[in-house]
């Protein structure tokens, strides 16, 4: 059973930062691209990032590209979102997501974390 368990969501100050973790287990993790999601309240799923198996390819939405970056750690079986710069349109519910393919299509990816929660306060 594949778990993905973010941390690392809070409050903070709009031009702050904040770096969102997700911790992987059940399967061999470095087999496979990761990517972040998020939604706000009302809006529609977004993709934010995503970063292929090796690490070496990653791709980002025009809305968050410059201020944040996605990495990850194979050995630690771990994905990491650095957010910088936030905005108070960067609040929102934060998924990590996992997937054979690097995507900015959430129907590629088919396993979910449950979520952080990010906000960004004027």
């Known amino acids: 059973q594949v778990q993905l368990v973010e941390s690392g969501g809070g409050l903070v100050q709009a031009g702050g930062s904040l770096r969102l973790s997700c911790a992987a287990s059940?399967?061999?993790?470095?087999?496979?691209?990761m990517g972040w999601f998020r939604q706000a309240p009302g809006k529609e799923r977004e993709f934010v990032a995503c970063?292929?198996?090796?690490?070496?390819?990653?791709f980002y939405a025009d809305s968050v590209k410059g201020r944040f970056t996605i990495s990850r750690d194979n050995a630690k079986m771990t994905v990491y979102l650095q957010m910088n710069s936030l905005k108070p349109e960067d609040t929102a519910v934060y998924y990590c997501?996992?997937?054979?393919?690097?995507?900015?299509?959430?129907?590629?990816?088919?396993?979910w974390g449950q979520g952080t929660q990010v906000t960004v306060s004027s």
């Open positions: 997501v996992t997937g054979r393919h690097y995507s900015t299509y959430y129907y590629n990816y088919d396993y």
């Open positions: 059940g399967r061999t993790f470095n087999n496979y691209a």
């Open positions: 970063i292929s198996w090796s690490g070496g390819s990653t």
